[in-house]
């Protein structure tokens, strides 16, 4: 017979093995299949960062610039 120590020991291995088990595949982090990057199960639940769209041309302003520049030295050459 096995003394109580070794059996609590042993049901407690018993028990934390598929609980390990469960709490890896649950954690949700990324996996490499393949070589593609699958997103974590929770991707559906992730918030969603909204940026705003930009100009369409970075710098208008610095063009706008330019052209009030050219106007002018335009005037001072005539």
Known sequence: ???TGQSL???SLYLAAPL???VL???GC???VGGQTLPSPFYLDDDVQYFA???EFPLSQEAAAQ???RAE???LDE
């Open 53 to 55: 769209p930009g100009p």
């Open 73 to 75: 030295a335009g005037e």
């Open 67 to 69: 052209g009030i520049q």
């Open 20 to 22: 390990l088990f469960i």
């Open 30 to 32: 990324q996996v490499n």
């Open 1 to 3: 017979m096995y003394r």
């Open 25 to 27: 595949i649950a954690s």
């Open 9 to 11: 020991s042993r049901l």
